[in-house]
């Protein structure tokens, strides 16, 4: 029996990333900080994968990824998709 | 679902705005830019983040407004050298550099070795008359000099700002600017263990 488990989620290029913030303004759900001044980082229990952070971040160094978990068995197979 | 309550800070774009605008009538109001120096620099050295940026940088929401309310930006992706690294602290050396030029021209009008020169400088090369925003004798020269040359990188960052805005990304200026490059640099030393 397979049981399917999706989640779709913002991405951050942590290497590229200003840490600018206009994501953390944008973000309805307040799923992302900038926690050290590096580099922004979502949480992914919050994230719903609007998207909304993607179009604003001036670096373009945002993508939303698409994760599927098969459960073949005991174990889960998970596999990440870029969507936007 | 949360709904974000518009903060305080998040109507500071008015003061930049403001402080444009007031430098426009009297030029000793560009001290005031200073603010804008020190301000994110002692945030990212103490608190060891970029809360200036993040929060309460009015120029990064005015660039924001501008691109997405009155839609002005096209809302292309930047182009990826002017994210690279070389990019970014070579422009930010350029700063300091003419941040240290525009000084040692405020010290020669302090010691008086030359008068003072009433224009704003854009692009660091376009000089345009602004004597009527200075009149007279109120203040030392040197206090009005640094004031010009201040009001003039001001106004040259906000120019390049609304540029890139419009080519690209509402606050692609945050890319580049040379607070922000600054602030991150101090922030990756601070916490580097
Ligand atoms: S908007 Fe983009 S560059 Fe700015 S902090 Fe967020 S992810 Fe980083
Ligand atoms: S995709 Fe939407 S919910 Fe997720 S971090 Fe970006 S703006 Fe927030
Ligand atoms: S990068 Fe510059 S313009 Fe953008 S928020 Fe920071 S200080 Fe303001």
Redesign the interface.
């Known amino acids: 029996m397979s049981i399917q488990k999706r989640k779709r989620y913002a991405s951050i290029d942590k290497k590229e990333c200003v840490a600018c913030g206009s994501c953390i303004k944008i973000c309805p759900l307040a799923a992302i900080t900038v926690p050290k001044g590096i580099h922004a980082e979502v949480n992914r229990n919050q994230c719903i994968g609007c998207g909304k952070c993607l179009k604003s971040c001036p670096a373009s160094v945002i993508e939303i990824v698409d994760e599927v978990m098969h459960k073949e068995d005991i174990s889960y197979e998970k596999q990440t998709k870029k969507v936007v | ?4 309550q518009k903060k305080w800070y998040d109507y500071l774009w008015i003061m930049s705005l403001l402080y444009l605008l007031l430098g426009f009538f009297n030029i000793l109001f560009a001290w005031l830019g200073l603010i804008c120096f020190v301000v994110p620099l002692l945030i ?1 050295i103490w608190k ?4 200036y ?3 309460y940088c009015g120029r ?1 929401q005015l660039f ?1 407004l501008l691109g ?1 309310k009155l839609k002005l930006s096209r ?1 292309r ?2 182009p990826a050298f002017l ?1 690279s690294n070389w990019f ?1 602290y070579g422009f930010l050396t350029f700063f300091l550099i003419m941040f240290g030029n525009m000084l040692f021209s405020t010290y020669l009008v302090f010691s008086e070795l030359r008068s003072l020169n009433e224009v704003v400088t854009l692009m660091w090369t376009i000089k345009l008359p602004w004597n009527w925003a200075y009149q007279g004798t109120r203040v030392i020269p040197g206090v009005a000099q640094f004031a010009f040359g201040f009001y003039s990188l001001m106004l040259t960052s906000t120019l390049l700002g609304m540029v890139t805005m419009v080519l ?8 580049y600017c040379p607070m ?2 600054m ?2 640099a ?3 030393i601070k ?1 580097k263990n």
Do not use: D, E, L, Y
Not at chain 2, 1 to 4: C, E, G, L, R, Y
Not at chain 2, 168 to 175: A, E, N, T, Y
């Open positions: 679902m949360k709904s974000k990212s060891g983040n970029k809360g940026c993040n929060h990064g924001a997405n809302q992706n930047i994210r970014r690209f990304r509402p606050r692609s200026w945050c890319v922000g490059t602030t991150q101090v922030c990756k916490h």
